[in-house]
């Protein structure tokens, strides 16, 4: 029997895996420069996908990606780099409650580029949960 469906289950672990990235960010931030420790984060990823793409046989010709597939993966791609940095350098100078909560804001601005750009209905109960995030946010940066 299945519990739960499989994109909730890698939802959750991305959730979990993001909750980890933030403590071992902080603590790897702490005596290097941030862009520096970004670029070793980058490393990282890159040699693990790598691992899996091999280990699972899933590399593809490059040519047999079309050019939209193209021009969206590198877009974001760059939009991936630049919240990184930002992300990187914003725990290296603030206390990680403040961070994380401010970062989770994509959720409710994924939401709304979703419903404008990819015209993805939300119900109310979207609407409401990501009114939520943006209210926690706010909650934690006032203390």
Same mark, same amino acid.
């Given at each position: 029997?299945? *519990? *739960?469906? =499989? ?10 895996? $993001?909750?980890? /990235? ?5 603590? %790897?931030?702490? =005596?290097?420069? #941030? =862009?520096?420790? /970004?670029?070793? &984060? /980058? ?10 793409? +091999?280990? &699972? =046989? ?10 939209? /597939?193209?021009? !969206? ?12 940095? +930002?992300?990187? &350098?914003?725990?290296?100078? %603030?206390?990680?409650? @403040?961070?994380? #909560?401010?970062? @989770? *804001?994509?959720?409710?601005? $994924? ?5 404008? !750009?990819?015209?993805?209905?939300? #119900?109310?109960?979207?609407?409401? %949960?990501? $009114? ?9 940066? #006032?203390?």
């Amino acid at each position: 029997m299945k *519990l *739960l469906p =499989n994109w909730q289950m890698y939802a959750l672990g991305s959730a979990f895996f $993001a909750g980890l /990235t933030v403590l071992f960010g902080k603590i %790897g931030v702490m =005596n290097i420069n #941030s =862009n520096l420790a /970004t670029f070793i &984060r /980058t490393i990282c990823v890159i040699a693990m996908t790598a691992g899996i793409l +091999c280990w &699972r =046989n899933e590399w593809q010709m490059p040519q047999t990606i079309d050019m939209k /597939t193209w021009v !969206f993966l590198l877009l974001s791609g760059m939009a991936t780099g630049l919240s990184w940095l +930002c992300y990187y &350098r914003a725990i290296q100078l %603030g206390p990680i409650s @403040k961070v994380a #909560s401010v970062d @989770k *804001l994509s959720v409710a601005l $994924a939401i709304i580029f979703g419903i404008i !750009f990819l015209g993805e209905k939300a #119900s109310w109960q979207v609407l409401l %949960g990501s $009114a939520l995030v943006v209210i926690g946010a706010v909650v934690i940066l #006032s203390i």
